[in-house]
């Protein structure tokens, strides 16, 4: 059995794949909220694959950490001691988070752009940059700040800059104009592509574009996993073992925008994702055959 921690949001949505795309996995795969592990009651937990979600956002600050967070990293400890750390995906402690994850994966010649913590002295080295959140998911575009003066007026106006980042803008446009957004899961020692959207827009939430031929590309890429092994090496580098890595594709190599952790595995069923229908069963089969290969069925 494959046990989802989380806090009560995220294991939701879960609930909400298993109940449409995921139902053939509904019999593998069940849900625990942080928020009842911290109530209190009595939680069994039995032997299994534990995956811990939300180790950001949803678990109070790291420094100090909160009581929520410390609650956590005792549970992971427990839960390693009792089923082996080959069943536990995930670490509070140790798992890099957004910033620290650019930043390494910069240093280390991965991604080709910067971010800055907008809290600390200096300037981007280079423009155009937008501004965003440590912690946490953004639907609509930020504003693009072109120069070091539109960049001051913006930090000037964000007030508390706790957690607030400037990533350098990394353009990935064909010589049409389309950028793509792909998205991988991690699953153990797995990538599985999950999709690849198309839009006009650099700041890419879904798929804008849904033309044949972009659907046949989706496909393929779903099929041939192209950027596996790198992708894999930047999820150990960031000792993630369960997660969405969200990237754009620039001169052939990834170059990684986030890990969430937390990620929406698929909507649900509806008329407007009718034509990516063979995509998302494609995704389940890839997904269910990572899923086992973490937590073998029973015979």
Not at 253 to 262: A, Y
Not at 264 to 293: M, N, Q, W, Y
């Amino acid at each position: 059995m494959i046990y989802f921690l989380g806090a009560q949001r995220h294991t939701n949505q879960i609930h909400a794949f298993l109940s449409h795309w995921g139902r053939e996995l509904a019999g593998r795969i069940a849900t625990i909220t942080y928020e009842h592990l911290l109530s209190g009651a009595q939680v069994k937990l039995p032997r299994g694959t534990y995956i811990l979600q939300s180790l950001g956002s949803d678990l109070g600050s790291r420094n100090p950490p909160s009581p929520a967070r410390q609650a956590i990293v005792r549970l992971r400890n427990f839960l390693v001691e009792h089923h082996g750390p080959q069943r536990v995906l995930n670490d509070p402690v140790t798992s890099l988070r957004r910033y620290d994850l650019l930043k390494t994966l910069r240093e280390r010649g991965y991604n080709c752009f910067a971010a800055y913590r907008a809290d600390r002295p200096g300037s981007p080295e280079r423009y155009p940059v937008f501004l965003r959140l440590a912690r946490g998911s953004m639907w609509n575009p930020p504003q693009l700040l072109r120069n070091e003066e539109e960049y001051r007026a913006a930090v000037a106006r964000a007030g508390d800059l706790d957690g607030v980042l400037a990533v350098e803008l990394c353009d990935t446009a064909d010589s049409a104009g389309i950028y793509r957004k792909y998205a991988s899961f991690i699953v153990g020692d797995r990538i599985v592509p999950r999709h690849l959207f198309f839009s006009r827009r650099w700041w890419v939430k879904e798929a804008d574009l849904c033309e044949p031929a972009m659907l046949e590309e989706e496909l393929a890429f779903l099929d041939t996993n192209p950027y596996a092994q790198t992708l894999l090496e930047a999820a150990r580098i960031a000792n993630i073992s369960y997660g969405r890595i969200d990237y754009a594709v620039l001169d052939g190599r990834p170059q990684v925008w986030e890990i969430n952790l937390s990620p929406l595995i698929a909507t649900g069923i509806s008329s407007k994702l009718s034509e990516r229908t063979p995509v998302h069963r494609k995704f389940v089969a890839l997904f269910g055959a990572a899923l086992d290969a973490i937590d073998p069925p029973a015979a």
